[in-house]
């Protein structure tokens, strides 16, 4: 299986920061790479997908860039509420295999 | 609009059976792969199994492999997910979702809890 891995695991950010976490696949994904938000209690909500599409009625501070292994996920101008908890996952190869997440707290 | 609604959860002992269902509308059913995805307290998602749009083609995790084994009825709208031989481990919410080319889940439901207590 396709290994995950995020930085930072978590990270404290003020309204309007530019914020961006990574991550890294254990070999190479093609850029069949989806990144998720997730609120607390609530499903995950998909942001980006083919490393950066935005997915239809996401807002446009929203941006992610990579290739081969190695993926960014950019929030400009953050909102309040842009905090929760962000995935990466690759559909690169079976079993579909997320990240362990980076939290934000605003 | 696409709008997914888990239900069948519950508590369960280990080494019990229980059946989730997924009931879908707003989007042509059989035109779409499907995916479980799981999430234990306090980690991340974990993908466990999909099936195409009409069955011909399903794929486990190893972790629920033989155990658990994915259905749906298009006629219904649904999909379904019976579980077997559960264990602790089995613990958390399960979520269905739209799987757009073998792992993008587009629209997810709410999810529906499964407790196996240890």
């Known amino acids: 299986d396709i290994q995950m891995t995020q930085s930072p695991s978590s990270l404290s950010a003020s309204v309007g920061d530019r914020v961006t976490f990574t991550c890294r696949a254990s070999?190479?994904?093609?850029?069949?790479l989806n990144w998720y938000q997730q609120k607390l209690g609530k499903a995950p909500k998909l942001l980006i997908f083919?490393?950066?599409t935005l997915q239809s009625g996401v807002p446009s501070r929203f941006s992610g860039s990579g290739s081969g292994t190695d993926f960014t996920l950019t929030i400009n101008n953050l909102q309040p509420e842009d905090f929760g908890t962000y995935y990466c996952?690759?559909?690169?190869?079976?079993?579909?295999?997320f990240g362990p997440g980076t939290r934000v707290d605003i | 609009q696409v709008h997914l609604v888990e239900s069948g959860g519950g508590l369960v002992k280990p080494g019990g059976s229980l059946r989730l269902s997924c009931a879908a509308s707003?989007?042509?059913?059989?035109?779409?792969?499907m995916s479980w995805i799981r999430q234990a307290p306090g980690k991340g998602p974990e993908w466990i199994s999909y099936?195409?749009?009409?069955?011909?083609?399903?794929s486990y995790a190893e972790s629920v492999k033989y155990r658990f084994a994915i259905s749906r009825d298009n006629a219904k709208n649904s999909l379904y997910l019976e579980m077997n031989s559960l264990r602790a481990e089995d613990t958390a919410v399960y979520y269905c979702?739209?799987?757009?080319?073998?792992?993008?889940?587009?629209?997810w439901g709410q999810g529906t809890l499964v407790t196996s207590p240890q």
């Open positions: 996952q690759q559909s690169f190869s079976a079993p579909p295999t």
């Open positions: 070999q190479t994904i093609n850029g069949h």
């Open positions: 083919a490393a950066s």
């Open positions: 979702a739209r799987d757009i080319s073998g792992g993008r889940l587009d629209y």
């Open positions: 099936i195409s749009g009409h069955s011909l083609y399903m």
């Open positions: 707003g989007f042509n059913f059989s035109d779409y792969y």
